[in-house]
């Protein structure tokens, strides 16, 4: 008799819980479709919409970084330019370059 009532118990307990998880399951399932985010449609847009600034901060700096970048080039370019005609001004014989290869006995 014992034996009986303990399989009578563990039935009835698996039963029980399973159908608490189904209706635990059926009821999360509502509450998530009641407050799930919007439509994909809407959802990208909503995002599209709300990352304005920063993309405009982003454009923004990227110019300026540009134009950083372009200014620093510059200089440097004059600079090896203005190093290039120092260089030919104030070489030995001031004038072209010889192939000193040539003038080897």
């Known amino acids: 008799?014992?034996?009986?009532?303990?399989?009578?118990?563990?039935?009835?307990?698996?039963?029980?819980?399973?159908?608490?998880?189904?209706?635990?399951?059926?009821?999360?399932?509502?509450?998530?479709?009641?407050?799930?985010?919007?439509?994909?449609?809407?959802?990208r847009r909503q995002l599209w919409e709300s990352t304005e600034g920063l993309r405009q901060k982003a454009a923004s700096a990227y110019q300026d970084a540009s134009v950083a970048v372009n200014d620093v080039i510059s200089r440097g370019r004059q600079a090896v330019d203005a190093g290039r005609e120092?260089?030919?001004?104030?070489?030995?014989?001031?004038?072209?370059?010889?192939?000193?290869t040539s003038s080897m006995p």
Not at 2 to 18: I, M, S, Y
Not at 86 to 100: E, I, K, S, V, Y
Request: hydrophobic share 40%.
């Open 1 to 43: 008799m014992h034996d009986t009532l303990e399989t009578d118990v563990t039935n009835g307990g698996t039963g029980t819980f399973l159908i608490g998880m189904l209706c635990g399951a059926a009821v999360g399932a509502a509450i998530g479709l009641m407050v799930a985010p919007k439509a994909g449609n809407e959802m």
């Open 86 to 100: 120092t260089f030919q001004r104030n070489r030995p014989g001031n004038g072209p370059a010889r192939d000193m």
